[in-house]
């Protein structure tokens, strides 16, 4: 997922976001050594049943504030790959799967949502069957029906619409790269996806895809009736099937959920429904909005951020209570575009960035954000720690007038002085336009022109994920968090030609050899894959650079007094909002 974007996940100080991965941070954290590293596991339970075991203390009653400083780009099902998106939208959407968060280590565990278990693999591995749960009503008390689950999947091939959505279905489903989704002439029809009865929903595949029941938690398997499909309009009023529903949203601002009364806890394994609403205000001044949760005055006392604490905040912290850590499977980096960045040009941005003052100016913990030097993040299997001759995510960089000295007269060598950088930047972020005039700075001593091109903070994602983007550097997704436990869900999705167009690609790579080397390693058992995997990460970063890892996300959020329940959901590196209630309502 992207550090929003899957899942991710965020927007970080590049103010580019970052995938099903960590939150929509802009600044540094705190907390236990624990808290980046240790590998995930493919934890299941195929029979668990609601209701979802109460929180501790749990009460019932008020409304909880989300200031966020970061702006969803939207709340459409089909459209979701943020990791912040995601795990809103798990307040309002069930879907085929879920993860439910065991013990104190909130560990992750696969359980049936709306399906009653993890689904049946055919012999040949190309068939899945997913029996379906009864009973189950829309927020306005209509009855879901099993073709809804299989209207949304076909939504999910629109993708020239919905281009921020996954695209796992266009690789691994059957005609997954001809399917065109259900606006196009014939497209009622696809045989990717079966409906023998109203309980039984049968996904075929082209490929095997062994981790489908894991992929089934996106919110793009939530059902949606294909009377109710406003296309772009839908996200104003979705049919809710979680404990919450849709009040208001006002893009770029605030999004209002209610009360679902339709929403059956019995059924549900893994949600509550504590609090009477939750008020979303995005785009919010990070500083500010910290502080007035770390302050708890008034109202603010029931007021979450779930970006990490920026540094100069943690003198003003009183109450370790309000800071909420743990794991997030996601690595922070700085996307290059190989198509219009030569190689060469690419070694020398690397050995121009200026780490350590970036960190500075980002309000990076070195505890919580450690430097990266890896594609893939400890958390996540097949991880392996490598470090490559100036690529471990410090140094001064051009900083140091010896450095730029040698990059600018190596740019003259090779016939590529003044080389034009250009990216996007907030310009109504402070950390933002401080980031960005640094890097300004630095690679013009370097000997590079540099073009950075400003636009509101609100804007941001629409920016840098648009696939014609004029920009040569810092495109989405500039970061990546685990959509699930395995490394095939970050190598496949992002550096195989077929991510270019899907618009999930980190670097733009088109090679035909890495594509066969990828699509050899996803043929093998898990436990080569492991084994694989490893090597995959070190030759791209040797053979292609697309991208300067940079740091390593752990979650380390800020709450207000007043609110219990508050963990980190180590899937998504923000809060799981379906625990959080009010101690005093």
Known sequence: MQWKRITAVAATVMLTAVACGSPSSNSGSKGGTDAVGGAQVKATDPTAKGPAPDVEGAKKGGTITVLSDVTPSGFDPTDTYYVDGNAIEKLYFRALTQFRLD?????????????????????????????????IKYQDGTPVKAEDYAYAIKRSFAHTLYENGPTYQMDYFLDGQTYKGPYVAGGDVYKGVETPDDHTLV?????????????????????????????????????????????????????????????????????????????????????????????????????????NLDTTLLPEVKDQAQLITGQSPCTNMYTMDTQKIPLDVRKLIAKAYPYNSWRKVAGLNPTTDPPASTILPPAVPGYEKYE?????????????????????????????????????????????????????????????????????KA???????????????????????????????WFPVLFTSAAVAAGNSVGQLKDPELDKQIEAIQAKSPDEQLKEWPKIDKEIMEKYLPVLPLYYSSSNMPVGKNIGGAVNDPTQGVFEFTSMFLKQP
Not at 418 to 434: A, G
Not at 465 to 478: F, H, L
């Open 103 to 135: 013990g104190p280590d909130k560990k992750p565990v696969l359980v049936p949502d709306l399906a009653e278990d993890l689904g049946t693999k055919s012999d040949d591995g190309l068939t899945w069957t997913f029996k379906l749960k009864q009973g």
């Open 203 to 307: 996904i075929k595949l082209a490929k095997k895809f062994d981790d489908l029941p894991f992929y089934a938690a996106f919110p793009l398997f939530a059902p949606m009736p294909k009377a109710k499909d406003t296309q772009k309009n839908y996200e104003q009023h979705p049919m809710s099937t979680g404990p919450y529903m849709v009040q208001s949203y006002n893009p770029g601002s605030e999004l209002k959920l209610v009360k679902n009364p339709n929403w059956d806890p019995n059924t549900d394994p893994v949600r509550h429904q504590y609090v009477d609403g939750w008020d979303f205000k995005f785009g919010q001044d990070t500083i500010k909005a910290q502080r007035q949760v770390l302050v708890s005055s008034g109202p603010d006392a029931n007021a979450v951020n779930y970006s």
């Open 388 to 456: 490559l001759p100036g690529l471990n995510g410090t140094g001064n960089g051009a900083e140091d007038d010896a450095v730029a000295k040698e990059v600018k007269d190596e740019l003259a060598k090779i016939g590529k002085s003044n080389f034009e950088l250009s990216w996007y930047y907030s310009i109504d972020d402070k950390i933002s336009t401080q980031a960005n005039q640094l890097r300004k700075q630095v690679f013009e001593k370097a000997g590079f022109k540099v073009k950075a091109i400003g636009v509101p």
């Open 459 to 489: 804007n941001i994602r629409k920016f840098t994920g648009a696939p014609d983007a004029p920009v040569n550097i810092g495109r989405t997704p500039a970061g990546w968090c685990s959509d699930w436990p395995s490394a095939t869900s």
